[in-house]
């Protein structure tokens, strides 16, 4: 049996970085000198190239779901908030309470983004559509489906202010069998945007609220579920529902003449 080729101790090192490009002039014309006697070298060396040029292939590339990018984004956007008045009257001292909360922002910044770059920018970037599907969908598996939960109007429109550059409208539709379920913060088509939570019997319907003409308008129908967007008063909104099409459409004729 032949004995298996195994490189220089001192010299391994020295291999990835001559694959990566990363020794200086000097050094990497060594080794390639080096590369031309030694074949246990040789042999690791071309095992390194192997497995790059492995790497590269589309095949074993993992592309993170638009749901994962979704949470990423939004548990951003919920770092950034600012901290509740009865928090912030127990902190003593101000270097204390910065530091572990600009840590954590730090750091989840710094996954996202490592994340973001690992799962490559060659994939076209989604639609609308499909983000506000995802979106929908991201709710209902990940069990967070609303930031604050009340079915009081004058509760969830407040819990918005500070967290968005807009006041999004919030409506009681309750007579109109629409009841409000709550509100969270979503990440659509780049933004950060207000999510209101409505159901119809066990059908949820996330309203998707932005400033009018941030965004474009969506088709009513992706990926099975039903869409209906409008402008009014200055904002844009987009409800997305497994509810049939019929009462989706009753749902946005309710908010649009609550806010007439």
């Given at each position: 049996m032949n004995a298996v080729s195994r490189p220089c101790p001192e010299r391994e090192l020295?291999?990835?970085?001559?694959a990566d490009g990363e020794l200086d002039a000097a050094n990497a014309l060594a080794m390639e000198e080096h590369l031309r006697s030694c074949s246990g070298c040789a042999a690791t060396y071309s095992g390194i190239i192997r497995q790059r040029q492995l790497f590269k292939n589309g095949g074993l590339r993992l592309d993170a779901s638009l749901a994962l990018r979704g949470r990423i984004r939004a548990a951003i956007a919920a770092e950034e908030e600012p901290l509740p008045e009865s928090v912030r009257g127990q902190r003593t001292n101000p270097r204390s309470s910065w530091f572990p909360r600009a840590g954590i922002a730090f750091s989840a910044m710094a996954l996202a983004a490592s994340l973001l770059l690992f799962v490559s920018s060659q994939n076209p970037a989604p639609s609308l559509d499909e983000e506000l599907v995802a979106g929908h969908v991201r709710s209902l598996l990940a069990s967070h489906l609303t930031d604050v939960v009340s079915s009081d109007q004058h509760t969830v429109k407040p819990w918005f202010l500070g967290k968005l550059d807009f006041a999004p409208?919030?409506?009681?539709?309750?007579?109109?069998?629409?009841?409000l379920i709550g509100g969270r913060l979503d990440y659509i088509g780049g933004r950060v945007v207000a999510a209101i939570v409505y159901k119809r019997r066990g059908h949820v319907i996330n309203l998707f609220v932005w400033p009018a003409g941030k965004l474009q308008a969506v088709p009513e129908t992706a990926e099975g579920y039903h869409l209906?967007?409008?402008?009014?008063?200055?904002f844009s909104y987009a409800a997305v529902s497994d509810l049939n099409p019929e009462e989706l459409r009753d749902f946005r004729r309710a908010f649009e003449e609550s806010l007439a």
């Open positions: 020295l291999l990835h970085g001559l409208p919030v409506v009681d539709l309750s007579k109109k069998d629409f009841p209906l967007s409008w402008t009014q008063g200055g």
